[in-house]
């Protein structure tokens, strides 16, 4: 498989055995993370971005295939500028490299939360790509008594949002390259330990999940998802909402949406 894919917070969870799947099916992966990685860049930052963006121009040679954008999470006072801002800047910059491969496709890493009450004011900064008023927008929420869930939800519904706006645009559709979201539910990574490690939240998280078995999920079953939509196989979708979380997403939601 002679294919260069970006696999942002690949050090652990999910973006690791995402980068483990890639490797041993013979793909070149360069990993990005904050530490343990083979660009070391914050997200979160201005500084972070472009490190990412250099940092691959030099390991691909300007050249990549493929662009797995999984870091996220962090406490409530990077939450936006990393969740959104950090996902978009790293599609942004990276799309240019994608535009001589013969089967470009990326694929972002959202959240079942995103489908929770957003905050409408900060989905809306996010939407207009306005850094410090998205981030202001955070900071009366949670004065306003919102927690950092809220957060990382609207941060993550502002992202599905992006993706269904620019998918079908020239520079995306246009020049064929995929762009898809896969929005997980429970998987067992070191971000939902809060969850996990605690028997009364892990007893009622594992109430929501209607299928038997999938809770939780494990990230070797997020990485063989994640690998078929960045995959040459994914000819034909782009601009989808994946919800891989044995069905939280289907009981909630129901027939509203498909």
């Not at 970006?6 to 055995?17: Q, R």
């Not at 691909?60 to 662009?67: E, L, T, V």
């Not at 978009?88 to 929770?116: H, Q």
Request: with cysteine; charged share 20%; proline share 5%.
């Amino acid at each position: 498989m002679d294919r260069t894919y970006v696999v942002t917070g690949a050090a652990s969870g999910i973006g690791a055995a995402t980068t483990r799947y890639l490797r041993e099916r013979g793909g070149r992966v360069i990993g990005c993370d904050l530490h343990d990685a083979d660009v070391i860049g914050d997200l979160a930052t201005t500084e972070g971005r472009a490190k990412l963006v250099d940092g691959v121009i030099r390991l691909s040679g300007g050249r990549i295939d493929a662009i797995v954008a999984n870091a996220g999470g962090g406490p409530a006072e990077t939450m936006i500028a990393l969740n959104f801002f950090g996902a978009v800047a790293t599609f942004e910059g990276l799309r240019p490299m994608l535009e001589t491969s013969s089967a470009p496709r990326t694929v972002m890493v959202s959240s079942v939360a995103s489908i929770g009450p957003a905050i409408p004011e900060l989905v809306e900064a996010c939407l207009s790509m306005d850094e410090p008023g998205a981030i202001a927008a955070a900071r009366d929420a949670i004065v306003a008594g919102k927690g950092p869930l809220d957060l990382y939800g609207s941060a993550k519904d502002a992202l599905n949002c992006w993706c269904r706006r620019v998918a079908v645009k020239a520079d995306w559709a246009g020049a064929g390259i995929a762009l898809n979201v896969v929005a997980p539910g429970f998987i067992d990574t070191p971000a939902a330990a809060y969850i996990l490690s605690d028997p009364e939240r892990r007893a009622r998280a594992g109430r929501m999940v209607p299928m038997r078995g999938a809770f939780p999920g494990r990230p070797d079953q997020m990485a063989a998802l994640l690998a078929w939509c960045v995959s040459p196989e994914n000819s034909l979708m782009t601009g989808q909402i994946l919800f891989v979380d044995g069905g939280v997403e289907c009981s909630l939601r129901g027939e509203r949406s498909w």
